[in-house]
């Protein structure tokens, strides 16, 4: 069974950092693309950013140069790193199988406000 379990979200100033991690289990990890997804308030699930299995990661535009993407395949975990975090970064954050989100865990929360 697919388990993604999201964490490190939190309330943070703009400007701020904060780093999410996604526990992954039930499938071999190391083998597939993972994909990051947030859903801000009243808006669609929008994809975030996708890394393969070879460490490679691409971002949509408004985050490219502030997050960063990585995985720990010993680990089985993703992470997405959060820099110069903005008031429009605010939403819930998602790890998935897959880029609609059709596989994906229970969000974590991340909050930009001063």
């Known amino acids: 069974q697919v388990q993604l379990v999201e964490s490190g979200g939190g309330l943070v100033q703009p400007g701020g950092s904060l780093k999410l991690s996604c526990a992954a289990s039930?499938?071999?990890?190391?083998?597939?693309?993972m994909f990051w997804l947030r859903q801000a308030p009243g808006k669609g699930l929008e994809w975030v950013s996708t890394?393969?299995?070879?460490?490679?990661?691409v971002y949509t535009d408004s985050v490219k140069g502030r997050f960063t993407t990585s995985r720990d395949n010993a680990k089985n975990t993703l992470f997405l790193e959060m820099n110069s975090l903005k008031p429009e970064d605010t939403a819930s954050y998602y790890c998935?199988?897959?880029?609609?989100?059709?596989?994906r865990g229970q969000g974590t929360q991340v909050t930009v406000s001063s």
């Open positions: 890394i393969n299995a070879y460490n490679t990661a």
């Open positions: 039930g499938f071999t990890f190391s083998s597939v693309a």
């Open positions: 998935a199988r897959d880029p609609r989100g059709l596989v």
